[in-house]
Nanobody, 128 residues
């Protein structure tokens, strides 16, 4: 059973930084793409950032490009989201997710992959 556990959320002021972590268990970690999504109150869940199994390729939503960095440590089975220069509009519950199939077994951009396993989410609140 795949399990994802996020941590690192909190209440910060605009301009501050946070680093989210997501620890995975239940299957081989390094062969699967990982991604971060977020959902703000009253809005649909949206893609934030994704990373391939090797960590060599990443993708970002335009709204976070240049401020957020996704990375992973395969030895520690952990994916990170470093969030800098946070804005009030970044306020949301952040979720990590992992792909249904090993990376390379089908063609899809990181933001369009079949993310079927999800963590419980961690709240990020940015005050102005």
């Amino acid at each position: 059973q795949v399990q994802l556990v996020e941590s690192g959320g909190g209440l910060v002021q605009a301009g501050d930084s946070l680093r989210l972590s997501c620890v995975a268990s239940g299957r081989t970690f390094h062969t699967y793409a990982m991604a971060w999504f977020r959902q703000a109150p009253g809005k649909e869940r949206e893609f934030v950032a994704g990373i391939t199994g090797s960590g060599l390729s990443t993708d970002y939503a335009n709204s976070v490009k240049g401020r957020f960095t996704v990375s992973r440590n395969n030895a520690e089975r952990t994916v990170y989201l470093q969030m800098n220069n946070l804005r009030p509009e970044d306020t949301a519950v952040y979720y990590c997710a992992t792909d249904k199939k090993p990376y390379g077994t089908y063609q899809a951009n990181l933001r369009d992959k079949q993310y079927v396993y999800w963590g419980q989410g961690t709240q990020v609140t940015v005050s102005s």
